[in-house]
């Protein structure tokens, strides 16, 4: 293995977001969203607040809607007619639906990525309990990037088979949509480690 990294998701691409709910369900479009201080001032269409063009969707009666941030894109749920309690559990089985659609998006976005790189490539996929995962197969069976992500949206990232910084790169595009600056933790492995303590061997004996 050449490094493993753990990141919590957050929604940092607005069109592969749109996809991802686009394929759940949600009918996304992007309109103008309008907060209320009450439901009964909402239905009467007074004292509102325009928030700002945001990306929206609704499925199950259930409004979703994001709001950009420096951390990514934020969801919010909102319904008319369900309490906050059970409002909670629905949000967050649509939320996990739609981390499903994004990361299956990207992951179709680094499989594309590699493909105009002119390596072959191959993804698999699996559910398994609350466990959802992808593995990419890179040329020979020797080459693999795993991700894998639990229901509370906890990403890890494995890649095998790839010395030195390129593993990153196989990476890179993948934490560009996933997480934002900073906030991925990564391991180098024994792999990465040997290829950097060969390059400075020769460095060595080169000077």
Not at 72 to 82: A, Q
Not at 167 to 173: F, K, Q, S
Not at 174 to 193: I, P
Request: charged content about 25%.
């Amino acid at each position: 293995m050449s490094h493993c990294t753990s990141f919590t998701m957050t929604f940092q691409d607005k069109r592969t977001l749109f996809r991802a709910m686009r394929s759940r369900g949600f009918q996304p479009e992007n309109r103008v969203w309008v907060e209320y201080q009450s439901q009964f001032k909402k239905r009467l269409d007074i004292g509102g607040t325009i928030i700002g063009k945001l990306l929206t969707g609704i499925k199950d009666g259930i409004h979703v809607f994001f709001v950009e941030s420096e951390e990514g894109m934020v969801p919010y749920f909102e319904s008319d007619t369900l309490s906050p309690e059970v409002l909670e559990k629905h949000a967050q089985v649509l939320l996990m639906s739609i981390r499903e659609g994004y990361l299956h998006y990207s992951v179709e976005a680094v499989k594309e990525w590699i493909t105009n790189a002119g390596s072959t490539v191959s993804v698999s996929e699996e559910k398994t309990g609350s466990i959802t995962s992808f593995v990419l197969t890179i040329g020979s069976n020797e080459k693999k990037v795993s991700i894998s992500m639990d229901s509370q949206g906890k990403i890890e990232e494995k890649v095998e088979g790839v010395l030195g910084r390129s593993c990153v790169e196989l990476t890179e595009l993948m934490e560009q949509k996933l997480c934002g600056q900073n906030q991925a933790e990564r391991v180098w492995t024994h792999e990465y480690d040997a290829m950097v303590e060969d390059q400075q061997i020769q460095i060595l004996r080169l000077s």
